[in-house]
């Protein structure tokens, strides 16, 4: 089956902890994107990366940190710098586009600060 | 800041009515546009995309895009309570990335 895998589904931090959200995709993607939602809003967009090696900022990319060491993978860090990380954390991912593009989501990480 | 807005809710129809949800964009140079469904704590799923003026219709789905009005909506034919959900709309960036900017969403309840 393609698709996009997010572990762990729940994950709890304590304070002044540093926790890794995982994110792969067998799509043969080129774009991944991790974005965070708050009750009631929208997504925001914390990074994104078109290519291996490559990532930008996103809107709210402080306290955040990834990497993009391969096309399947596109971990989120969430540091300690981060004052008010809990969320729901969804990656997606997208064709690169030529102008046209459509980004699928993977299921989701639900975040809490203890 | 580009914005994305999407009319204030929750929007309450009757089963086997047409629900219409709307969105409006500040980017006039905005090129594509996309519709999510987000059932109660899953992720969002496309439903929708379009990218030129007028009308596509998929189902009981109907999309419609106005650039000159910067607004694009959502037409959803025959409402089932199945259709119960938060409806993101989301609209690609001019340029060469592919960011989107999402609006906040509506949440759309289909009363039986």
Redesign the interface.
């Known amino acids: 089956d393609g698709g996009i895998t997010q572990s762990p589904k729940y994950l709890f931090r304590k304070e002044g902890q540093n926790v890794t959200l995982s994110c792969e995709q067998n799509l043969n993607h080129d ?1 991944m994107y991790w ?1 965070r939602q708050d009750p ?6 914390i990074y ?1 990366s ?1 290519i291996v090696n490559d990532f ?1 900022k ?1 809107d709210i990319a402080e306290g955040y940190s990834v990497s993009r060491e391969k096309k399947e993978s596109f971990p989120l860090t969430v540091t300690s710098a981060q004052k008010n990380p809990t969320a729901f954390y ?1 990656c997606a991912s ?1 064709i ?2 030529s ?10 990480t639900r975040l809490t600060v203890l | 800041q580009k914005e ?1 807005e999407q009319n204030s809710g929750p929007l309450s129809v009757p089963e086997g009515a047409i629900a219409s949800l709307n969105c409006t964009y500040s980017d006039r140079g905005s ?2 546009f ?1 519709w ?1 469904r987000q059932y109660s704590g ?5 439903i929708m ?1 379009i ?1 030129s003026n007028g009308d596509k219709e998929d189902g009981r789905f109907t999309a419609q895009l106005n650039k000159a009005s910067q607004y694009v909506s959502l037409l959803i034919r025959d409402s089932q309570p199945s259709d119960s959900a938060t409806y ?1 709309c ?1 609209v ?1 960036e001019t340029g060469a ?4 900017t ?4 509506i949440t759309l309840s289909v009363r039986p």
């Open positions: 774009a974005y009631g809003q929208g997504l925001r967009l994104y078109q930008q996103g969804l997208s690169v586009p102008g046209r593009d459509e980004q699928f989501f993977g299921p989701g | 994305v090129q594509s996309f999510y899953k992720s969002p799923e496309l995309f990218y993101l989301a690609r990335n592919s960011k989107l999402f609006g906040k969403g």
